[in-house]
């Protein structure tokens, strides 16, 4: 018998208030109920924020290296419960254990690098240009952050913004993708045990439209950090402008990898099998468009056809799997649909191109996709598919490949393979995304360098790395005047 379970408010495991509660299905195997999850309303958004309120009175007075203290003690829960929550996590969305295993170690990083902040979080003293003052600046906590997750990185993404939002002395109310409310209710459950002050956490499930619209809207919630699609993002940015709130977009990507005519092949071609169908292709940071170069597209596609061929469907919990199903059912429609553009746009479809039949029939499961020829600004070419579809294009030299990179509306990553360090160079400064790998592909942040991308991407912001504590405090600037007179600043300074 499947388990209800409850949001995490006011410092207790609650049932919503709106009785109602939604099915998460394991999506290699539909008949697998995992459990029901509370679908919230706004009410119970509303109880959150109060209690959340609290929270933020007593954490924001807790010393910055206490309360790194407590984000210790989770990365140490993280690495004791790690291959329990990858199992957990592959059965709730599909990704391959490896992929799961990734991503909890991307939590745990995040919290050890969160720990030791807290014994930094520096802030400046620089020279006054008035005699006998001081100036200098600090960071202060905002408030109650609502943190708005996708479903593709269940444990990291909602880590890159509960552990700097908390470290900074924020309480956090926290609204996972309803795809994966079960990794999120595993995380909540380590804070609690670390010691988290219970009404510093907040955990609401469900809907966007509802839970998550409820946050965005509420005057209370001065901050909100969003990672989804751009769709969503626009909505949501609309309403943060208009209620002058601070505000992280990460959004959508269509990111690709170049190889250029001196590109070590064999690499190349391990790269983009991972860049392209690890996670099947449901990574913003998934490599979605192959750049060609003339000289060698023949060769490389017939041998990337071949890898791609005996690349193998499967449950993500088994051994012998390469690529688990899509999230859900609306996903693997969305990429059919996207297939069928493209046939009808005139690219040639290499490989896959369909629902795998049999015993896979009982997940949402999709054929590795190859498309070839196809055309720069092409439908297939320029939107975010979120699958295991790759388009092929074909380019004549490096400034083509810039081009075409660059031709699209998103800007997270692009990866480029050559053995010329010249060329390695100019790619970096002119590819427009936000992260550039040389020799490496689409795929493979750090969790201490920032993470983001321009355009229709993000705003601005970073997560990850240093760059996103100056997202989740305030800086204040003060200065003390010991002179024991009036000082004017601009206008007393150059009278000596
Ligand atoms: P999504 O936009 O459907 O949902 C993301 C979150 O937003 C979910 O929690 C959802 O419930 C919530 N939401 C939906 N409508 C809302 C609304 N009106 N108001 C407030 N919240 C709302 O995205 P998804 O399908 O879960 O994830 C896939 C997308 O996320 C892709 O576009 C992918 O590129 C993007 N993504 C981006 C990054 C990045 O860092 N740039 C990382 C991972 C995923």
Known sequence: ??????????????????????????????ADLIGRFPDSGAQDVARAVRSARRGFDLWRRTPAPARGDVLRRVGDLLVE????????????????LAETRGDVQEGIDTAYFAATEGRRLY??????????????????????????????????????KTFPALLCGNAVILKPSEDVPHTAHLLVEILLEAGLPPEVIQLVHGRGETVGKALVEHPEVPVISFTGSTDTGAIIGETCGRMHKRLSLEMGGKNAQIVM??????????????????????????????????????????????????????DGRADTTDVGPLIHEAARDKVERYVEIGEAQGAELVTG??????????????QPTIFSGVKAGSRLEQEEIFGPVL??????????????????????????YTR???????ALERLDNGITYVNAPTIGAEAHLPFGGVKATGNGHREGGWEVYDFYSETKACYV??????????IDTYEL
């Open 1 to 30: 018998m499947a388990k209800n379970f409850r949001n995490f408010i006011g410092g207790e495991w609650v049932a919503p208030t709106t009785g109602g509660y939604f099915e998460n299905r394991n999506p290699a195997d539909t």
């Open 81 to 96: 419960r790690k291959e329990a929550i990858a199992d957990a996590m592959t059965r709730e969305m599909g990704k391959v």
């Open 123 to 160: 802030g400046r003293v620089v020279p006054s240009e008035l005699r006998s003052k001081w100036a200098m600046t600090y960071r202060r906590p905002i408030g109650v952050a609502g943190l708005i997750t996708p479903f593709n990185f269940p444990m990291a993404i909602p880590t890159w």
């Open 261 to 314: 005519d001196d590109a070590d092949l064999d690499l190349a071609l391990e790269g983009v099998l991972w860049g392209a169908f690890g996670t099947t292709g449901q990574r913003c940071t998934a490599t979605s468009r192959l750049i060609l170069h003339r000289k060698i597209h023949d060769r490389f596609l017939r041998r990337l056809t071949g890898a791609v061929e005996s690349l193998r469907l499967g």
């Open 353 to 366: 191109g369909r629902a795998p039949r049999g015993r896979l029939a009982a997940g949402w499961f999709y």
């Open 391 to 416: 388009s092929v294009v074909r380019v004549n030299s490096f400034d083509d490949a810039v081009r075409v990179n660059n031709g699209v509306r998103y800007g997270l990553s692009s990866s480029i």
């Open 420 to 426: 010329s360090a010249d060329v390695a160079f100019r």
């Open 481 to 490: 005047d010991y002179s024991g007179k009036l000082q004017r600043a601009q």
